[in-house]
């Protein structure tokens, strides 16, 4: 490597290292998080079964599709950092400190990634993706869900989402990182300040 590319690479990891990680924080389970983790899940598994399924979740947060998935015969791991990584530790979870854009897993290893209220805290979303095409298998699912913009609840401006786009945009992302959308929906209810919408996919390789 020459040394104007590694200063690069050596920017790019200060600024993970020093400004995403002090963006992170714990969130505890609740509605309506819950009951849409549950209702997706039972979708998902139309598409794939859950039993003996490899399943990677970026983002576990503090383990709930973790036990769900578990209960259901899969074979879950997750990627998170912080308090939740050690919360789902100790809930004894097959967990590890990885970022979703910097998987470590073999090629073609996971039968579902499921990346729920994750990708929208990727810098480079279509990085994040490529990587998730690369360890799911051939004929596998991707399940991604994330905030819509501009709804009541201002999801662009929480601090650590960098990447809060419309569905349409999304479309586009999925489609250049080698994903098909076999399905998407929008997840609409009402929180405190408002009407609020989450925008799920189904994806498929190319």
Not at 93 to 122: G, K, N, T
Request: aromatic content about 14%; hydrophobic content about 40%.
């Amino acid at each position: 490597m020459d040394e104007k590319k590694f200063i690069q690479y050596k920017k790019l990891d200060a600024f993970i290292t020093k400004r995403l990680l002090s963006d992170i924080y714990p969130e505890a389970p609740q509605e309506p998080h819950l009951s849409i983790t549950r209702d997706m899940i039972e979708r998902t598994s139309q598409y794939k079964p859950l039993s003996k399924a490899k399943i990677l979740d970026a983002g576990c947060g503090q383990g709930v599709a973790l036990e769900i998935f578990t209960a259901k015969g899969a074979s879950p791991i997750g990627i998170t950092f912080g308090q939740d990584y050690l919360i789902c530790k100790d809930k004894g979870f097959e967990v590890y400190e990885m970022d979703q854009s910097f998987l470590d897993f073999q090629p073609q290893f996971f039968d579902i990634i499921w990346c729920r209220h994750a990708i929208e805290h990727s810098l480079f979303p279509l990085f994040t993706l490529e990587g998730f095409h690369e360890v799911l298998r051939d004929d596998g699912i991707l399940y991604v869900e994330v905030p819509a913009p501009s709804t009541s609840a201002f999801h662009e401006k929480n601090p650590n989402h960098y990447s809060c786009f419309t569905a349409l945009v999304w479309a586009s992302v999925f489609e250049k990182s080698g994903f098909q959308i076999k399905e998407s929906m929008n997840i609409n209810f009402t929180v405190p300040c408002g009407p609020d919408i989450y925008h799920a996919f189904w994806l498929t390789k190319n």
